[in-house]
């Protein structure tokens, strides 16, 4: 079965910066980021296709960048300018059918999640 292992989290201080790794046993599919924090729904956050094709969530727009090695079967999230309102866990995802979607449902696997905490 396909298995993704997220790495990275952490704690930081506002304006740091950290970032995520996620390891997956697949290649060629689109692979992405959705966070939640406690009380709240979970939240796309973004995405990238094999072809390294983007797509953020205006939240962390202009702050988050994801990016991919296909070689080594690797996304990051490289997260700068961090917030407070940051703080969640965050799960890599993956689906074969290799497209866009903000919804989870849509996706077929997920990572256990890292844990990010922003202090202020």
């Known amino acids: 079965q396909v298995q993704l292992v997220e790495s990275g989290g952490g704690l930081v201080q506002a304006g740091g910066s950290l970032r995520l790794s996620c390891v997956a046993s697949?290649?060629?599919?689109?692979m992405g980021w959705f966070r939640q924090a406690p009380g709240k729904e979970r939240e796309f956050v973004a995405a990238?296709?094999?072809?390294?094709?983007?797509r953020y969530a205006d939240s962390v727009k202009g702050r988050f960048t994801t990016s991919r090695d296909n070689a080594k079967n690797t996304v990051y999230l490289l997260m700068n300018s961090l917030k407070p309102d940051d703080t969640a866990v965050y799960y890599c995802?993956?689906?074969?059918?290799?497209?866009?979607?903000?919804?989870?449902?849509?996706?077929?696997?997920w990572g256990q999640g890292t844990q990010v905490t922003v202090s202020s």
């Open positions: 990238i296709t094999p072809a390294t094709n983007t």
């Open positions: 697949i290649h060629t599919y689109v």
């Open positions: 995802v993956a689906d074969p059918r290799a497209a866009f979607s903000v919804g989870p449902s849509w996706y077929n696997y």
